[in-house]
């Protein structure tokens, strides 16, 4: 059982740093000024607006922030200015024991797959994938997903019940833990101490802009290392902007996905609103979730937000 982070309340402070890819002051300030709006206080990291290249300052600076923010007693959650690339770098200087005796909600998607794997295998602790803080109320794209993220950290539970109709979907019905991220961050950390355990648990999956044979070879991977094999059921989000050769790989990526589970017998749902999309609604990975798959997809979270 993963712990769930303790919920907060108005006043509470939420942390922002950069792990990965640079940000500027004008990409932050909607989100900040929406969180700030919600009731909460910010704490910027701080080399939040350093740049080395494409990345919010160095290896160690990028570091610093975030064990300073993991450490900070004050900090109750800590929202990810981005993705883009850059967690692997520093994934293996951080030390998370502190989080241990004091959780707290860590907010993000894309790269930060590898933290929410990491966390994940080693440390027992829920997480929140979800819109960033520079995808934070862009035109109000994500205003709905936006809402959900302080739903989910204040204490409310969560479901999700989905007009699906993709026609290769799976029917059917499965309870377990939710984990996963992005396809090609899972792809990347095999056989590394961040590689993400599968079996026995719903796996969620979304990429983008990607070729589709790099779709195909990755859900190999998956497979021959026996990934797909004992999931209680699998979710597949946003596959967006996938790209082809001049000789057509002659699948879509849902189809390609489909295929490599196709001798498996658990529930599949294609087109779950959630990864590189305008509707990336937030899932708590980590948590105990009951899938069911018909008509509707229905993702129901199974902890108590009331203890």
């Keep these: ?20 890819r640079k940000v500027s002051p004008e990409e932050m300030k909607d989100g900040i000024a929406w969180l700030t709006q919600k009731g909460f206080q910010v704490k910027e990291s701080e080399h939040l607006y350093n740049s080395q290249n494409q990345f919010s300052g160095s290896d160690e600076e990028r570091a610093n922030d975030l064990q300073t923010l993991i450490n900070d007693p004050e900090v109750r959650a800590i929202i990810f200015a981005r993705g883009g690339y850059g967690w692997v770098r520093i994934i293996d200087h951080l030390d998370f024991s502190s989080l ?29 994938h979800a819109p960033m803080m520079i995808n934070l109320m862009i035109d109000k794209r994500n205003e709905e997903a936006a809402n959900k993220i302080i739903d989910v950290i204040t204490g409310k539970n969560i479901r999700y019940t989905e007009a699906t109709t993709n026609y290769l979907n ?73 790209r082809d050769n001049a000789i057509p790989f002659g699948k879509s990526a849902v189809e390609i996905i489909s295929e490599a589970v196709a001798e498996y017998n658990y529930p599949v749902c294609f087109d779950f609103p959630a990864g590189h999309i305008d509707r990336n609604l937030p899932l708590v990975f980590g948590a105990n979730v009951k899938l069911k798959v018909e008509k509707n997809v229905d993702l129901t979270f199974l902890y108590d937000s009331a203890s």
Excluded at 109 to 127: K, P, W
Excluded at 205 to 216: G, K
């Design 170 to 242: 799976r029917e059917g019905s499965c309870e377990g833990e939710l984990v996963g991220g992005n396809l090609s961050l899972l792809y990347a950390l095999a056989g590394t101490p961040s590689d993400l355990v599968t079996e026995n648990k719903i796996l969620f999956i979304e990429d983008l802009d990607e070729y589709l044979y790099h779709i195909d070879r990755m859900m190999m991977q998956l497979k021959r290392s026996g990934k797909l094999k004992n999931l209680k059921g699998l979710i597949i989000g946003g596959m967006s902007d996938m």
């Design 100 to 128: 241990e005796k004091n959780p707290k909600w860590l907010i993000g998607f894309s790269d930060v797959t590898v933290l929410h794997s990491h966390l994940n295998i080693h440390h027992s602790i829920c997480t929140l």
């Design 1 to 20: 059982m993963k712990i769930i982070p303790p919920f907060l309340k108005a006043g509470d402070v939420i942390g922002i740093c950069a792990p990965a």
